[in-house]
């Protein structure tokens, strides 16, 4: 896995690549992680596309300014980082708080996104306060493994309690139920059949929402499907690759349950 380093607004971003097949697919992490929450995911889709996964400004080994970034911001600098390493038309892949990422580039920058993944979609209107999304956390907490324990810990330690704090309470204040509308490409959301953070009935209003939405299951995966079922979604994303993108070249999914809007 190849690291690339880029300048943004003057601050370093820092991503790992695997080169492959277009479009690239670019990995984009939930709140006060990292891309490390990604790179086994990123290991497995890498023998078939361009995979990569960055550190948004602050998180991981990216650098970011004393206060933490507003949604915007961090979607703005998603989108500078995309042109400092030369990508266009590409896949953004959101997990959690990233899907909330995703969302504002795509429909704020629809020229430059091909397409999403949103794995795990937050935020849930039904549970928009630091209380209710306690609770879930609490609940989805025995569906994820163990060993991602020190992965975390590790970014918390990077990120630091105040920009957490700070990127969790954006996340409660955005309202993607408002953007997802405008996303105009096509959009796979993929939901943890053991997710309590983002129940089902969410899981399918996001795809309701989105003009060019589907919907699929991964059975047997809390909130972290990335982690947790790599070549799971690998397949799943390189389905949808191959039906959004038939220059993405064949590929197959398998031991999935696929619903569509």
């Not at 995911?41 to 970011?64: I, K, N, Q």
């Not at 959101?94 to 935020?123: K, N």
């Not at 953007?179 to 490409?185: A, E, N």
């Given at each position: ?49 361009d995979a ?5 400004p602050g ?15 961090l ?11 030369d990508l266009?038309?590409?896949?953004l ?9 995703a ?9 430059r ?12 209107p039904a ?25 975390n810990?590790?970014d ?59 919907l ?15 070549h ?5 994303v ?8 038939p ?5 197959g ?9």
């Amino acid at each position: 896995m190849q690291e690339i380093t880029v300048a943004v607004s003057g601050r370093p971003m820092v991503a790992w690549r695997i080169a492959g097949r277009k479009p690239p697919v670019v990995c984009v992490h939930g709140a006060g992680v990292s891309s490390r929450e990604f790179q086994p995911f990123v290991e497995v889709l890498g023998r078939r596309h361009d995979a990569w996964t960055v550190d948004l400004p602050g998180f991981g080994a990216s650098a970011g300014p004393r206060h933490p970034l507003g949604l915007r911001a961090l979607a703005d600098a998603l989108v500078e980082w995309l042109t400092a390493v030369d990508l266009d038309q590409v896949v953004l892949l959101g997990g959690s708080l990233g899907c909330q990422v995703a969302v504002d580039a795509a429909a704020r920058h629809p020229d430059r996104i091909a397409g999403l993944v949103l794995v795990g979609p937050t935020v849930d209107p039904a549970a928009r306060s630091f209380l209710h999304q306690l609770l879930r956390w609490m609940r989805n907490a025995p569906h994820e493994q163990a060993s991602m324990a020190p992965l975390n810990l590790a970014d918390y330690r990077d990120a630091g309690a105040r920009r957490i704090v700070g990127t969790f309470a954006e996340a409660l204040r955005d309202r993607i139920e408002d953007k997802l509308p405008h996303v105009v490409m096509p959009t796979l959301v993929v939901r943890g059949a053991q997710d309590r953070m983002v129940p089902q009935e969410w899981a399918e209003e996001v795809t309701r929402l989105l003009p060019a939405g589907r919907l699929a299951v991964v059975e047997k995966s809390g909130h972290m499907v990335p982690y947790r079922q790599a070549h799971a979604l690998a397949g799943l994303v390189t389905d949808f690759l191959t039906h959004a993108f038939p220059a993405a070249g064949a590929g197959g999914m398998s031991g999935q349950r696929r619903s569509a809007r």
